[in-house]
Nanobody, 124 residues
Framework: VQLQASGGGLVQPGGSLSLSCAASGRTLRNYAMAWFRQAPGKERTFVAAITWNEEKYYGDSVKGRFTISRDNAKNTVYLQMNTLKPEDTAVYYC???????????????????WGQGTQVTVSS
């Protein structure tokens, strides 16, 4: 599975940005998908995940502001980010796993396939 993330950029605080992650090589219909992010000098942290049957899970810092969704026909997962804050600045990575326990979604080492990352910078 190859994952290609896109949509990052520079946005002012309070603004919105939408990320996309397109998959190739295999249909992701039966995969869980997620977004993680990594700020300079920090660990990669969980942002959001969506299961094969569209259950959604979010990290505490993004609940109510970010929305994850998927379009299986396009083999793509999305992350809509609203009310962005400077602390959201990071490289955002998409990831996929065919089999993962719900209680382990937030652990980066439990995911199988990773995209290359897209930079999101929130600054005035």
């Amino acid at each position: 599975v190859q994952l290609q993330a896109s949509g990052g950029g520079l946005v002012q605080p309070g603004g919105s940005l939408s990320l996309s992650c397109a998959a190739s090589g295999r249909t992701l219909r039966n995969y869980a998908m997620a977004w993680f992010r990594q700020a300079p000098g920090k660990e990669r942290t969980f942002v959001a995940a969506i299961t094969w049957n569209e259950e959604k899970y979010y990290g505490d810092s993004v609940k109510g502001r970010f929305t994850i969704s998927r379009d299986n026909a396009k083999n793509t997962v999305y992350l809509q980010m609203n009310t962005l804050k400077p602390e959201d600045t990071a490289v955002y990575y998409c990831t996929a796993a065919e089999h993962i326990w719900i209680n382990l979604l937030s652990r980066a080492d439990e995911w199988d396939h990773w995209g290359q990352g897209t930079q999101v910078t929130v600054s005035s």
